[in-house]
């Protein structure tokens, strides 16, 4: 089914590409649904501009943890590093940059509740078996091996899991804080340029 033709602003059309550009999992295919125009006008508006996918993945990785981190502890975590303060990019590739971090820190997030869940879990097994261990009753060995059982099945299936989704949004990519800390600006724009060797 051929959609209808939607004229879109030039403004719009920034954003887009800004969108597009930015996060290696957003597709032509996403950015047709979103704004009701046609893949292949985007196709063809890429083409002409010359769309490149310019994903950070070092700058939404670190953004995502301090999201992640934000969230999840009850003190302030670290801020944006002043020597480098981002003034090169647009507004709309800094919201699309945002829009990306926001996606993965939501993925931390949950991860992390999800350990914390899993720690709860590990600890009332424990007191099961610690139980099974006083009274020495069958039927608490029983519920108590059963309650262990499950729990590492559930712990095995989680873990594959996270592992999938980090994978799917690139999101284990080992990052050496302390050695990314003693870089130069230099360094740095050449590592995300890909022009650095190990």
């Not at 969108?19 to 009701?36: I, P, R």
């Not at 993965?104 to 139980?131: C, M, P, S, V, Y």
């Not at 261990?133 to 519920?143: C, E, I, K, N, P």
């Given at each position: 089914?051929?959609?209808?033709?939607?004229?879109?602003?030039?403004?719009?059309?920034?954003?887009?590409?800004?969108?597009?550009?930015s996060?290696?999992?957003?597709?032509?295919?996403?950015?047709?649904?979103?704004?009701?125009?046609?893949?292949?006008?985007?196709?063809?508006?890429?083409?002409?501009?010359?769309?490149?996918?310019?994903?950070?993945?070092?700058?939404?990785?670190?953004?995502?943890?301090?999201?992640?981190?934000?969230?999840?502890?009850?003190w302030?975590?670290?801020?944006?590093?002043?020597r480098n303060p981002?003034?090169?990019?647009?507004?709309?590739?800094?919201?699309?940059?945002?829009?990306?971090?926001?996606?993965?820190?939501?993925?931390?997030?949950?991860?992390?509740?999800?350990?914390?869940?899993?720690?709860?879990?590990?600890?009332?097994?424990?007191?099961?078996?610690?139980?099974?261990?006083?009274?020495?009753?069958?039927?608490?060995?029983?519920?108590?091996?059963?309650?262990?059982?499950?729990?590492?099945?559930?712990?095995?299936?989680?873990?594959?899991?996270?592992?999938?989704?980090?994978?799917s949004?690139?999101m284990?990519i080992?990052?050496?804080?302390?050695?990314?800390?003693?870089?130069?600006?230099?360094?740095?724009?050449?590592?995300?340029?890909?022009?650095?060797?190990?």
């Amino acid at each position: 089914m051929a959609m209808a033709k939607k004229l879109l602003t030039e403004d719009t059309w920034e954003h887009i590409r800004a969108e597009w550009e930015s996060d290696h999992q957003v597709s032509y295919t996403t950015l047709s649904a979103k704004y009701g125009v046609g893949k292949s006008t985007i196709c063809d508006r890429a083409r002409k501009g010359g769309w490149e996918k310019k994903v950070d993945h070092l700058k939404i990785f670190t953004d995502a943890n301090l999201r992640a981190d934000a969230a999840s502890t009850p003190w302030p975590v670290g801020s944006k590093n002043p020597r480098n303060p981002d003034t090169s990019e647009t507004l709309k590739r800094r919201a699309a940059v945002d829009e990306a971090s926001e996606k993965r820190a939501n993925i931390l997030i949950k991860h992390r509740e999800e350990a914390l869940k899993f720690d709860q879990l590990q600890n009332a097994t424990l007191g099961l078996l610690i139980r099974a261990l006083q009274t020495r009753d069958t039927h608490d060995w029983w519920v108590a091996k059963k309650a262990a059982d499950t729990l590492k099945s559930q712990v095995t299936v989680a873990k594959l899991k996270q592992e999938m989704e980090r994978g799917s949004w690139g999101m284990d990519i080992p990052i050496d804080y302390k050695a990314i800390q003693e870089m130069t600006d230099e360094q740095l724009e050449a590592i995300v340029a890909g022009k650095m060797h190990r």
